[in-house]
């Protein structure tokens, strides 16, 4: 066995060991995975992560936390509430949660002239944002680099999941030509915002590992008011 996955670690994992081998663990821990977003969909994002053993993750968000975030921003807590940035209020709890892995954190906004420097030597980018503005950013640099980008969108009791590999498939402003008007407020059951993120966190595992089949051209619109899963194909 490779000593990179010492006997804590091989414990540690043994249940997802025990479906994508060794090597695939190996690969989690030699990966850096941006989560762009420490809000609803950022928090089980980084925690599930974090949970995997993704070697590096790096947390961004320009935002504190407030009292209606609560309700489903999980990784941010009362004490957390108009003091601690999203990525530093995460980072404590996840360095207490899984103390194997690094996390680093970049408290502000992307734009282009910080997206570079900002995103380096990342793997795969995770966008758990709530604008389409930062999205179409996130979708040409990673077009740019070579990055997957796994997108995630949640309102109401309804998200959408899509994985986008450059020169494989479709990019964001491809699918969504036309952006949303975003809204300052919307309505969201925190339960929501777990399921996609749950399921970006799969994504990204099969991407590094290459365990399964990622959304590729592929959109998962998910009801959870009617308890409807359908996978829209997106390369016709």
Not at 78 to 103: G, Q, T, V, Y
Not at 201 to 230: C, R
């Amino acid at each position: 066995m490779d000593e990179m996955i010492g006997k804590k670690e091989v414990e540690r994992y043994d249940r997802q060991i025990r479906i994508f081998g060794v090597e695939g663990q190996e690969k989690l821990k030699k990966s850096k995975v941006a989560v762009v977003g420490v809000g609803g969909l950022g928090s089980p994002v980084a925690y599930y992560l974090a949970a995997a053993g993704v070697g590096e993750l790096l947390l961004i968000d320009c935002q504190t936390p407030e009292l209606s975030n609560l309700n489903r921003q999980i990784l941010h807590w009362e004490e957390d509430l108009e003091k601690n940035p999203k990525p530093i209020s995460a980072k404590w709890k996840l360095e207490r949660f899984n103390s194997d892995i690094k996390i680093s954190t970049f408290t502000g906004i992307l734009n282009v002239k910080n997206i570079e420097e900002v995103l380096k030597d990342i793997d795969v980018i995770v966008d758990c944002l709530d604008n389409f503005e930062t999205r179409y950013l996130l979708d040409e640099f990673a077009h740019k680099k070579g990055i997957p980008l796994v997108h995630g969108a949640v309102e109401g009791l309804y998200g959408q999941v899509t994985t986008v590999i450059p020169g494989e498939t479709k990019g964001l402003r491809d699918l969504f030509p036309t952006p949303p008007r975003k809204k300052e407020n919307f309505p969201i059951l925190g339960a929501t915002a777990g399921v996609i993120g749950a399921i970006q966190v799969a994504e990204v595992i099969k991407l590094i590992t290459g365990y399964g089949a990622p959304l590729a051209n592929k959109l998962l619109i998910v009801d959870l008011m009617h308890n409807s899963f359908e996978v829209v194909d997106l390369e016709g």
